[in-house]
């Protein structure tokens, strides 16, 4: 849910592990893009949470794809 980036489901921050799994699944045979697509959605999300230090948003939304 934009602007807060909390997952509409559960209510966690974006993306919960509900919603990391299934990008993973969505995305299992082209990582690469799910890196990508995650690396959009951070940048997006950097211009909502302006207030969120930048090594937790990349924590967030890129930490998670090793």
Known sequence: MLPIW???GCGAPWPC???RQELRAEF???PVSLA???GAQ???AA????WAPAGTLHRRFLGWLR
């Open 6 to 8: 909390s997952c509409g």
């Open 17 to 19: 592990l509900t919603r």
């Open 28 to 30: 299992e045979d082209a």
């Open 36 to 38: 990508l697509y995650m």
């Open 42 to 44: 951070l940048l997006r």
């Open 47 to 50: 211009e909502d949470l302006t």
